[in-house]
Every structure is written in C-alpha cells, then in structure tokens.
C-alpha cells in the first residue's frame, strides 16, 4: 500500500506535497486550495498487534542534553561511591516501582506511564545523539557529517514520518508541529534530525518559535529556573528571554519555504485576520481558502498558542515557565487536531549536567518538568484524551555511571555523555501505565536485560498511531521508503 496513511481504513491518496498544502492551508496560509477535492482516501490494513492504532496523536518531549537516569527513573542505591548519586529513591502508586523523591508528582501518577530502562545507542556525541533519537535510526546516512547542519540526505525525524503517515484531525493544522523553538548549539549551528531529510523539505514539521534564541550561556526553564552554562563562568548579562505566542503572518501564495522565520506576537491577530478577509474578497479566493483565513478568528486555535494569558489556576498547574508553557501548548494543540507534537525542554543542551548535576536538577530541572508533565497528564484524563494521546520523554543520551568532576567550570559533580543507556518514558495511547521495561546494570551503565534501540522506540509511535507495519512513504520519483526499522517495544503497548 501507499505509506500516506496512519490509522487508517481512510487516508488521502495525494502526494504529501500536495497533503501539506492543503491541511495547513488556514492556519498557515501556504499555497494551496479545494480542500474538500483532496479527500479522496482508499484502504489500508491495521496490525493485530497490541495496541496498534490506539493513539490518534503522539506528544514526544525531548530533553536536550541527555537525562541521567541515574536520578531520574533508574536509581541505583546499593552502588558504591563514586557512582550511586545523592538522590534517594521513592515509592510511587504502584507497588514496586521507584523513581527519584524529586519526581514526587509523577510518581503519584504511575498508573499512566511506564518506563523503558535499556534503551542503548551506540555514540556520546550530543549531535549524533539527537540525530538518533529524532529520527529513530541509531546509523547515520550517507552524507552525515555531524558538523551541527541539517542537510536533504539526513534521514526524515520520527515527527516528519508521523506527520506524513497519519490522517488529520483537522484539516486546517499541520499534521506535525515542533515547539517552542528549533535546537541551537551555542555555537550557532542548528542539530539535525528533526527535518524532513530526504522526504523533501515540504514534509518538515511546522516550527513554532516562541522562545526565541538568547544567550546560549543561559540554560533551564526561564524565568524562574534558569542556571549558567558554567557555574564558575556565569554570563554578565541576565537571561532576557521572553516566551512569546507566536502569531502567523500571512500572504498570499506562500510556501513552507518562504514562510519560515513569519512569527510575529499573537495580539495583531484580529487585524490581520481583517484585512486577509478582505483580501481574499478583492483576490477572489475561493471557498476553502475564504474559510480557511477566517479559522485564524477560532478561539480554540487562538487559546492553542496564547499560553502565557491563560487563567492563573491553569499557570499554576503547569508553572508559568518556559516549560510548563510549551506543555500547556502542546495539549492545546492535540486537542485542537494536530496528529505529532515534539516539545523540546531546554534548548542548547540543558539536561547537559556535567557539574552541579545534584543542584540543577533538584532545583531547576525536575521541579517545573514534574510540575508541567503532571498537568499535562491530568488535563488530557479530564478530557478524555489520554487513552488516544501517546507520550514519549527522552534526551540523546543517558548519562556516566561514574561521576566526574570538572573544577575549571563547576562547584559540583555530575555525570559526562552515554549512549551505552538511557530511560524513557511513556504514557497513554495504549501504553500500559505502572509498567517497567528492561533493566540496566548494577552501576546503570549497560543494558541488563531487554535491549532496546531508537528504532524500537520509533516503531512504538507509529504503532500506536496505526501506521501498518509495511507501510512506505514515497519520494518525489516514486521511490518507496519504509518506515519501520524495528519492531514495537514488547510488553510497552496493549
């Protein structure tokens, strides 16, 4: 079958060029009308698997700089100085599972998620390690140079895969969105894997940038957890950063191309939902695009990206912080439609916790993601949305078992780059919550049992999605491509 399908026994039998075009016509405002003629849909099967096609959208957090697992999710008390941390496990809801006493909220939720302790992946390096764990794919392609610049030969991230396979929701959202901003090295240079590769540059996801790219020296979930790159070397000026709702600034006939970098602040939107309007009358668009511009007045679309205006219970539960914002925006944007959402909490490498790793992460960096993730698994319960919304949570690595010192830079210890292991978390969408998965080392520094791979991860999403286990997406010669390089995670879904 043609791979431009996710769940599906319907799915629109266009290229995704085409697909794009018209599903982001009325938010985005890329060229492209008549809609309704594109839902022409033929048949595809469904595996038996456990769990398949459960989820109707996935949320995948991704923590830039790599989760120690040692003081998150995979504890290890009993090992000897040098490498137990100084965090001490607790109970959480379900007998005989524990993770770290500064995940408290999470722990109280543990009938939701579960979590995989042996995902492996050969490399340290942070930027062939986002490029794994975004693509799914733990080998470089053809081409890859690792120099920090996204390039057509990359393979396409798991977002642009999800996106191009599944069906929309609504056909006036992207099928695929990354938020709040891209990743940036502090050296300017952007990491790769989250593109479209070689799908073509048409099947990006759709960038939201509402935390705008400061300085790199500043890391955490500003305003009010912030922390210096180098503790010993704190930057002169303040973080500035100032978390905005992005708004869409539309012409006529732009592409995905062209319309990249077009955010502007979120309280123009009324005028310039006017003087569209009266554009497209003066232009003689047609129907679907009339309808489509107007959409821009939706106030559940409006609601989906103003985070920072929303009601002061809502900010308190998520923490009006740069990652309690992107959460809340994230489920906004599930709920509103939008098929595959990836968050990125903390640009430039924040979980990069060489030094001071005990501090950063009782204080900056576990308080707002207990908080926000909390929230975000609360508020899709209460709607109903749980059981059909996937989470995924991962970093590019996991982190040493032995812990380093580097007195040039930092007060305290913390942990170097380690692709050997890594826990990642899930929730909804057919996981089968109070579950652990796989086990590491008595030092949490190999996998001991169920090894897992990036590409295992990815078949997890797309299975839970309902993207068929032959499924192929097709480049622009008509060359078929698969999706899957793995098999689901056993015992993950059901």
């Not at 006017?274 to 107007?294: G, K, M």
């Not at 030094?355 to 707002?368: A, C, I, N, Y």
Request: with cysteine; glycine share 10%; hydrophobic share 35%.
């Amino acid at each position: 079958m043609r791979g431009h399908d996710a769940r599906s026994l319907q799915h629109p039998a266009v290229s995704r060029r085409t697909a794009i075009q018209a599903g982001a016509v009325g938010l985005l405002g890329l060229a492209g009308n008549h809609v309704e003629s594109l839902r022409a849909a033929d048949s595809g099967r469904l595996t038996d698997a456990p769990g398949a096609g459960r989820a109707k959208a996935c949320i995948y957090i991704f923590l830039s700089g790599g989760l120690s697992q040692h003081e998150s999710f995979d504890l290890k008390p009993e090992a000897p100085d040098g490498i137990r941390g100084e965090f001490s496990p607790i109970a959480t809801a379900t007998p005989g599972i524990e993770i770290s006493e500064h995940l408290p909220m999470l722990a109280q939720r543990s009938r939701h998620w579960a979590v995989v302790r042996s995902l492996t992946h050969p490399t340290n390096s942070h930027t062939t390690g986002h490029f794994y764990m975004l693509t799914g794919r733990s080998k470089t392609p053809p081409g890859y140079k690792g120099d920090r610049k996204p390039r057509p030969s990359d393979w396409p991230s798991i977002a642009s895969v999800a996106g191009d396979a599944t069906t929309p929701r609504n056909n006036n959202l992207p099928p695929a969105v990354v938020l709040p901003e891209r990743l940036v090295h502090w050296s300017g240079g952007v990491i790769p894997g989250a593109y479209g590769g070689i799908m073509g540059q048409h099947r990006d996801p759709f960038f939201v940038e509402a935390s705008p790219y400061g300085n790199p020296m500043w890391r955490g979930a500003y305003p009010e957890y912030t922390f210096p790159n180098q503790s010993k070397k704190p930057p002169t000026s303040a973080d500035a950063r100032v978390y905005q709702a992005p708004n869409l600034k539309l012409q006529h006939g732009m592409n995905v191309g062209r319309f990249d970098g077009r955010l502007n602040l979120l309280k123009s939107i009324d005028r310039q939902r006017h003087a569209l309007e009266q554009s497209a009358e003066t232009q003689q668009y047609d129907r679907s695009r009339q309808s489509a511009i107007s959409l821009l007045a939706d106030k559940k679309i409006h609601r989906a990206f103003d985070v920072t205006k929303a009601d002061p219970k809502t900010q308190q539960r998520y923490g009006a912080n740069s990652f309690g914002w992107s959460l809340l925006m994230a489920f906004r944007l599930v709920e509103a439609g939008v098929n595959m959402v990836q968050v990125n909490l903390g640009n430039n490498e924040t979980w990069d916790t060489h030094g001071d790793s005990f501090f950063r992460l009782k204080e900056r960096l576990f308080p707002p993601t207990d908080r926000a993730l909390s929230a975000l698994l609360d508020d899709l319960e209460t709607t109903g949305l749980l059981d059909s919304t996937m989470i995924a949570m991962a970093g590019e690595f996991g982190r040493t078992p032995k812990l380093s010192t580097l007195t040039d830079s930092f007060n305290g210890a913390g942990r170097d780059h380690w692709g050997a292991v890594q826990s990642v978390f899930f929730a909804g969408g057919g996981v089968n919550g109070g579950t652990v998965i796989g086990s590491s080392d008595k030092t949490g520094g190999y996998p001991a049992t169920s090894p897992q791979k990036p590409e295992n991860m990815a078949a997890s999403i797309y299975h839970a999605l309902g993207i068929p286990a032959e499924a192929a997406w097709y480049d622009e010669l008509n060359r078929p491509h698969r999706i899957y390089h793995g098999e689901p995670i056993p015992g993950l879904l059901g």
